[in-house]
């Protein structure tokens, strides 16, 4: 049994640890308000990925390490590229490998659907030059690195675009405001099928320093409003346009630069990810559930 350690307590990094402490690994599961997680072999440790021996002496003995860690979303350009920069340090200093939570901001809005791992990245935004910033210091460095990208979070616990804007209107019964066209296409990944391409991405055997992307299911914000709709059994609620004053009046201003992500279809090949990690997608109606309180 191997021994992992994983940055970043939020709903994807707990349930990669929940999933490695089942096959019987020695898990840490550290952050700097780490909690505690109901799983055998598995330590919780509160500590600051920016502090680089810290983590290393954390990580000692590790196989590998999963930076799972989030910034606040207004302070990515700071504060992403210490943690980033902590946690490869400390991977090198214990020979650990690097696994990488990322998602598909670097890829830019001129980006073509559906997006592949293989596509060069692009970033048109503050948050997608962040993104491909802290991927380029991970696989410039010698620890060997894989990053896995997820799109559009559903899941419990997650915190995203859908389930601050939509989902509080929805459980109140009340008309939804979304921001781009409610009708392009969009890819929404599970975080429970982030976490099991995150374990079996560390399992690859072929060449690292590349790219994965979390299997996901495709559908409108329309489509997913009716679908939560249903599964609360209440009727399809009005489907309201959110514009940039809108977004700035609600206090969603770190919104707009990113609204391109809604405005034309963004689906993700995951063929890859699928044929090497053997992960497929859950179905939409199972992350629907899992997202509902």
Same mark, same amino acid.
């Given at each position: 049994?191997?021994?992992?350690? +994983? ?9 990669? /640890? ?18 505690? *997680? ?8 509160? $500590? ?12 000692? &003995? ?18 992403? !590229? @210490? +943690? ?20 598909? #901001? ?26 491909? +910033? ?18 559009? #979070? *559903?899941?419990? &616990? /997650? ?24 009708? /392009? ?16 991405? $560390? ?8 790219? !994965?992307?979390? @299997? ?20 399809? @609620? ?42 497929? /997608? ?5 992350? +629907?559930?899992?997202?509902? @309180?």
């Amino acid at each position: 049994m191997g021994t992992y350690v +994983i940055v970043g307590a939020g709903p994807v990094g707990r349930e990669t /640890a929940r999933l490695l402490a089942e096959e019987g690994h020695n898990v840490v599961l550290t952050s700097r308000n780490a909690g505690s *997680l109901d799983a055998a072999n598995v330590r919780t440790i509160s $500590s600051d990925a920016t502090d680089a021996a810290r983590l290393a002496g954390i990580s000692k &003995g590790a196989d590998a390490i999963f930076m799972c860690a989030m910034a606040a979303y207004h302070r990515w350009p700071t504060d992403f !590229f @210490p +943690i980033m920069d902590g946690t490869v340090k400390a991977a090198g200093q214990v020979g650990a490998r690097l696994i990488v939570l990322g998602n598909v #901001y670097g890829y830019g809005e001129r980006a073509a659907s559906p997006l592949t791992p293989d596509l060069e990245p692009d970033p048109t935004t503050r948050k997608g030059t962040a993104r491909h +910033i802290m991927w380029q210091r991970a696989v410039r460095s010698n620890v060997p690195s894989l990053e896995v990208r997820a799109s559009d #979070y *559903l899941g419990e &616990g /997650a915190v995203t675009y859908f389930s601050l804007l939509a989902l509080p209107s929805l459980l109140r019964n009340e008309p939804v405001s979304f921001l781009g066209n409610p009708d /392009a296409m969009h890819a929404w990944s599970f975080t429970k099928d982030t976490a099991r391409t995150l374990v079996a991405a $560390s399992r690859f055997t072929g060449e690292w320093g590349r790219a !994965f992307h979390v @299997p996901s299911q495709p559908a409108s914000v329309r489509d997913l409003v009716k679908k939560f709709a249903a599964a609360l059994k209440i009727e399809v @609620p009005n489907l309201l346009p959110l514009t940039p004053v809108e977004l700035e009046r609600i206090g969603f201003h770190e919104a707009i630069e990113m609204s391109y992500l809604f405005e034309k279809p963004l689906l993700v090949d995951a063929g890859d990810t699928e044929k090497l990690l053997g992960v497929t /997608a859950s179905s939409l109606d199972t992350m +629907i559930r899992d997202t509902l @309180p």
